[in-house]
């Protein structure tokens, strides 16, 4: 019991809402007037919401289609030519940079879920693993959907040339 008043008194300090996870339990504490200046009324009031889950996947399920933002991104799967736009920080400064390749493979659901491009740099191949839910990610365009039978397509990394061409789908 002394856990919880402490974390409550964290929860007082720092932050409006404050999730805590323990045995399949998830408890949501809100302080709805937290940030009143010294000459205010500074009663606090806490609402503590529990729900208890049967085990910690659902639990997991829960919190991430509750509290994670989710973008929307147009639909691709592997074979799919796509053109990824992040946002790139060095110093003061913020530039948006692109990254347009093949999609390998998508793999994953909801927060964890994260996809694999590949494209050639000169004889070079370059591939990158991009979370989906990725803060600097600014949008995704699809160029060319591809028509592959795999729904991870390896095997494009050994091939070279004529034989690296993917065919174009009429899917929409």
Same mark, same amino acid.
């Given at each position: /019991?002394?856990?919880?008043? &402490?974390? $409550? @008194?964290?929860?007082?300090? !720092? *932050? +409006?809402?404050?999730?805590?996870?323990?045995?399949?339990?998830?408890?949501?504490?809100?302080?709805?007037?937290?940030?009143?200046?010294?000459?205010?009324?500074?009663?606090?009031?806490?609402?503590?919401?529990?729900?208890?889950?049967?085990? /910690?996947?659902?639990?997991? &399920?829960? $919190? @991430?289609?509750?509290?994670? !933002? *989710? +973008?929307?991104?147009?639909?691709?799967?592997?074979?799919?030519?796509?053109?990824?736009?992040?946002?790139?920080?060095?110093?003061?400064?913020?530039?948006?940079?692109?990254?347009?390749?093949?999609?390998?493979?998508?793999?994953?659901?909801?927060?964890?879920?994260?996809?694999?491009?590949?494209?050639?740099?000169?004889?070079?191949?370059?591939?990158?693993?991009?979370?989906?839910?990725?803060?600097?990610?600014?949008?995704?365009?699809?160029?060319?959907?591809?028509?592959?039978?795999?729904?991870?397509?390896?095997?494009?990394?050994?091939?070279?040339?004529?034989?690296?061409?993917?065919?174009?789908?009429?899917?929409?």
């Amino acid at each position: /019991m002394s856990t919880q008043k &402490k974390d $409550v @008194q964290i929860c007082k300090k !720092t *932050k +409006k809402t404050q999730l805590l996870i323990a045995n399949h339990l998830l408890i949501i504490i809100f302080a709805p007037n937290f940030g009143l200046t010294s000459g205010e009324n500074r009663e606090c009031c806490f609402e503590l919401i529990i729900i208890k889950f049967k085990d /910690m996947e659902s639990l997991v &399920k829960f $919190v @991430q289609d509750e509290f994670v !933002t *989710k +973008k929307d991104f147009p639909e691709f799967s592997a074979g799919d030519t796509i053109t990824v736009y992040y946002e790139i920080r060095e110093g003061e400064k913020v530039r948006t940079q692109f990254f347009r390749g093949v999609v390998i493979q998508k793999r994953g659901s909801g927060a964890s879920e994260t996809f694999t491009i590949r494209k050639m740099s000169g004889i070079v191949g370059v591939e990158r693993i991009i979370p989906v839910n990725m803060p600097a990610l600014q949008k995704i365009e699809v160029n060319k959907k591809g028509s592959v039978r795999r729904a991870r397509i390896y095997y494009f990394r050994g091939l070279t040339g004529k034989k690296a061409r993917i065919k174009e789908s009429m899917r929409r």
